[in-house]
């Protein structure tokens, strides 16, 4: 059973950096997609971007100038960072394994959550 | 982008009641189109895939059907677990989009 869990700061300042990380246990990084994905409170769902297992990624356009994704496979963790943030940035922040099964890219597995704030 | 509409935003239903729920795509997306179930507090979680597809461990009270730019969820003799907000998302090209959701109460 494939788990992920966020790790991340909770209280980020206007324009600094938000940086999360997304630990995988029960199954290897080195396949399938991983991504993240945010929430407004009380809001709908945002897919941010992903990394594929072999270093290529992917970003929604209206956040690529701010967005990296990047791996580590030794220690099965992926992280997400998001510079110049705003208070429009103050969401749950969720990581995912998605698989494109026939092309289907669904999101299979999602970790808990994590809120990130941005206030100074 | 792909836009993705569904309706209604909300809906409110008796326990043994059946409810649909409907997700339209801006394009044809074939049938990549995928359901989530997202209770409250918690993360989304996988109940459809490729539009029709039940994943295991899903009751069988939940299908999905439909093709190109029109999708349903049914909710068949809804529960009281069945409180949540419902989600479509198209997984036919990127950026991954979200329907804005659906909340179901259950009267």
């Known amino acids: 059973q494939v788990q992920l869990q966020e790790s991340g700061p909770g209280l980020v300042k206007p324009s600094e950096t938000l940086s999360i990380d997304c630990t995988v246990s029960g199954g290897s990084i080195n396949s399938d997609y991983w991504n993240w994905v945010r929430q407004p409170p009380g809001k709908g769902l945002e897919w941010i971007g992903n990394?594929?297992?072999?270093?290529?990624?992917d970003y929604n356009p209206s956040l690529k100038s701010r967005v990296t994704i990047s791996v580590d496979t030794s220690k099965t963790q992926f992280s997400l960072k998001l510079t110049s943030v705003t208070a429009a940035d103050t969401a749950i922040y969720y990581c995912?394994?998605?698989?494109?099964?026939?092309?289907?890219?669904?999101?299979?597995?999602w970790g808990q959550g994590t809120l990130v704030t941005v206030s100074s | 982008d792909i836009q993705m509409t569904q309706s209604p935003s909300s809906l409110s239903a008796s326990v043994g009641d059946r409810v649909t729920i409907t997700c339209r795509a801006s394009q044809s997306i074939g049938k990549n189109l995928h359901w989530y179930e997202q209770k409250p507090g918690k993360a989304p979680n996988l109940l459809i895939f490729a539009a029709s597809s039940l994943l295991s461990g899903v009751p069988s009270r939940f299908s999905g059907s439909g093709s190109g730019t029109d999708f349903a969820l049914t909710i068949s003799g809804l529960q009281p677990g069945d409180l949540a907000t419902y989600y479509c998302q198209q997984g036919y090209s990127a950026p991954y989009t979200f329907g804005q959701g659906t909340r179901l109460e259950i009267k």
């Open positions: 995912a394994r998605a698989r494109s099964s026939g092309g289907h890219y669904h999101f299979d597995y």
């Open positions: 990394m594929l297992y072999t270093g290529s990624t």
